[in-house]
């Protein structure tokens, strides 16, 4: 085969969570990518995000985890409270969590922080481009192009569709079929539902009653539970608390027609339930009012049905193929296993193709790697959205067996429960072409 004038590109659509840590595991591979972002990088919408243990180590991997480290307070205990404000479970199972990971916690950040831990990892920063919003995409046996709404045409070797949950590139996937398949067309477009909805803010980590002291002490995190609605609250950052309001919403919707909320929707939500207790001494409304930035969204769920190629050059990531519902905080470290599952797969492809005479992978080879990805994050995600969705079931107490079980689960050990947690993190992937941290020097290759 000829050696190629160009070497392997990958395009990124969406600047996000999944497209900055693609790009930057890419960077490290050697291999050349853009990332075309349709806002700014790290927007600040008030919005936090947590990483669990597995994600810290491919973090480590990364060689960005002692800039976030240096950010945030590791999450330490939990406290549950009833209806009524009684203190139900004190629970140690994120301490326990982090004794049964190598010392790894679970922290609680800003999601522009760690956004903007990412962007610093990345050396080449001209790659990653903001205000630019991928409106088409052309496959041809060769390479794979796409425009944007500016006028710009950009080529490469793949696409990596990394736009979210309303996804351009999924949507543009369903328009490409739809003459040929309607069914899986329909599918890629309305295949995510949401019955819940979520305000989520950022606020200042002070009591209502005296703004000189501290709400919730540093790595203190609170859980509420009332009958069609629930509430969290986590000290994660130096003086920030993020907090969570989930209400059950009057009927369920599907993507497209998720609702987008207006700023009035959100204070409505907050003057119905807003004078609710989250914790001892404090509520919604205090929360809403000492807000930085917060926001209400649908809480949308689902794992693409279809095939997240399109037996092409285009893949889907992250909140573009599955979505699972902010209870438990882990649709963004999904999102990660994604990326890793992913790069697994396509970096040592390169690799081999750049030693066979700097030839590039033909299109078949690359399907091939797609479709691995698949077969092994697909589980993963089935898993993560059945268990958020079980979480977000559980918080609301919608059945009388859930409002039992929250009696229960108090004499339930935070061993056993941490136990069950751990377990699927450790046997979550990481980056085989960079040296596993938790064997230093030695490179994986079993993942
Ligand atoms: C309130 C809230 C709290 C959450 N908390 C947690 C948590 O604690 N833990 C956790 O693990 N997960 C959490 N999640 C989920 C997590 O945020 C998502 O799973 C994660 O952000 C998915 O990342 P993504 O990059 O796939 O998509 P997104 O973060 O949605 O990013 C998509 C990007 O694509 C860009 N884009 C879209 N269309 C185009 C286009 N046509 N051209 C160019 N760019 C485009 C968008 O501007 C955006 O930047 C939370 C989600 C929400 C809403």
């Not at 095939?307 to 699972?324: E, F, I, P, Y």
Request: hydrophobic residues 35%; proline residues 5%; glycine residues 8%.
């Amino acid at each position: 085969m000829p050696k190629s004038t160009r070497s392997f590109k990958v395009i990124i659509v969406g600047g996000s969570i999944v497209g900055l840590i693609t790009a930057l595991a890419l960077e490290k591979a050697g291999i050349d990518y853009v990332v075309l972002e349709r806002g700014e990088i790290a927007p600040h919408l008030g919005a936090s995000i947590s990483i669990f243990p597995h994600t810290q180590r491919v973090m480590e991997q990364l060689g960005i985890w002692e800039e976030i480290r240096a950010g945030i307070i590791p999450l330490k205990d939990r406290y549950h409270y009833d209806q009524y404000g009684q203190l139900l479970e004190s629970s140690a199972v994120l301490r326990e969590i982090s004794k049964m990971s190598l010392n790894r916690f679970t922290s609680f950040m800003e999601r522009r922080f760690w956004l903007n831990c990412i962007y610093n990892g990345i050396q080449n920063k001209p790659k990653v481009l903001p205000h630019t919003s991928v409106t088409s995409f052309r496959e041809t046996e060769d390479g794979v192009e796409v425009t944007t709404k500016e006028g710009k045409i950009i080529q490469g070797d793949i696409l990596l569709g990394a736009d979210g949950i309303n996804s351009t590139i999924r949507n543009l996937m369903a328009s490409h079929i739809a003459r040929t398949d309607a069914t899986t067309s329909e599918e890629m477009r309305s295949g995510f539902t949401a019955d819940y909805r979520c305000v989520f803010g950022t606020s200042r980590n002070y009591s209502p009653s005296d703004k000189d002291k501290p709400l919730l002490p540093g790595g203190m995190c609170h859980n509420v539970y009332y009958r069609g609605f629930s509430g969290a609250s986590a000290a994660g950052a130096e003086d920030l608390i993020f907090w969570f309001l989930f209400v059950k919403s009057d009927h369920a919707t599907k993507t497209p027609n998720t609702p987008r909320y207006t700023e009035e929707e959100s204070e409505a939500t907050i003057n119905k339930y807003g004078g609710y207790a989250v914790g001892p001494g404090y509520t919604f409304k205090d929360l809403w009012e000492s807000r930085v930035r917060a926001a209400m969204v649908p809480l949308e769920e689902g794992v693409l049905k279809p095939k997240w190629n399109t037996g092409g050059r285009v893949a889907l990531m992250g909140d573009a193929v599955h979505k699972s519902t902010v209870n438990p905080g882990l649709g963004g470290n999904l999102a990660v296993e994604g990326i890793v599952h992913l790069m697994n797969e396509l970096v040592p492809l390169v690799r081999k193709c750049e030693s066979d005479g700097g030839r590039k992978p033909t299109k078949s080879e690359l399907v091939a790697v797609f479709d691995r990805y698949e077969v092994k994050q697909r589980p993963h995600a089935n898993f993560i959205v059945a268990f958020s969705a079980y979480v977000k079931k559980y918080d609301a107490m919608e059945t009388w067996w859930l409002r039992v079980l929250l009696r229960v689960s108090p004499w339930i050990s935070d061993k056993y429960k941490a136990g069950r947690l751990v377990s699927y993190m450790n046997e979550a992937p990481w980056l085989n072409f960079l040296p596993n941290p938790d064997e230093k020097g030695k490179a994986n290759g079993t993942q």
